[in-house]
């Protein structure tokens, strides 16, 4: 089941363009995986003639979407958490942001990281190219122009920020 405020986390989240609603590109990116290589694999796949949606695949859409839904709000509990624990977002951006330019890139997001060898361990079991895959979706997830692969102070508020 979905509730009200699940479908509202997930429109916040996948709305990339803010008209609180979800396009098809928006929606796709919920099903498409981060991998540039796998996704631009998926994205040239030939559509089958037969366009019907069998029910084992429409099982396995409500699958991802209730994993989804999940996720979202473990991510709005985490938001609270933040939000209880931290006294100034700032003041995080700021320890994180050491080179004081005013954004984060995948470099300040590793270093931080590197700094926690022991805390990261499970991040790291799959191999450098997984941990860059989890910072990348980290990056993903907080900037929100997709463009630029940084991440603004107003983007990590924003992110921080509890949603319902």
């Not at 040239?44 to 003639?49: A, G, K, L, W």
């Not at 060898?117 to 997709?146: A, M, V």
Request: proline share 3%; aromatic share 8%; hydrophobic share 35%.
């Amino acid at each position: 089941s979905c509730t009200t405020r699940d479908a509202r986390l997930i429109v916040t989240r996948y709305d990339t363009d803010s008209d609180s609603r979800i396009g098809f590109w928006e929606f796709a990116n919920i099903f498409l995986p981060i991998d540039v290589s796998a996704r631009a694999r998926l994205e040239v796949r030939p559509t089958p003639i037969n366009k019907e949606i069998s029910k084992e695949t429409t099982r396995m859409i409500k699958k991802v979407l209730g994993a989804v839904v999940d996720a979202e709000n473990m991510v709005e509990e985490i938001r609270r958490r933040v939000k209880q624990l931290t006294d100034s977002l700032r003041g995080l951006f700021d320890s994180l942001d050491w080179l004081q330019r005013g954004f984060l890139t995948v470099a300040e997001i590793r270093r931080h990281f590197d700094c926690y060898p022991d805390e990261t361990t499970t991040y790291r079991q799959g191999g450098d190219h997984s941990f860059n895959l989890e910072i990348e979706g980290l990056i993903r997830r907080f900037n929100k122009d997709k463009l630029n692969g940084r991440i603004t102070l107003t983007e990590f508020l924003d992110e921080l920020t509890p949603k319902v």
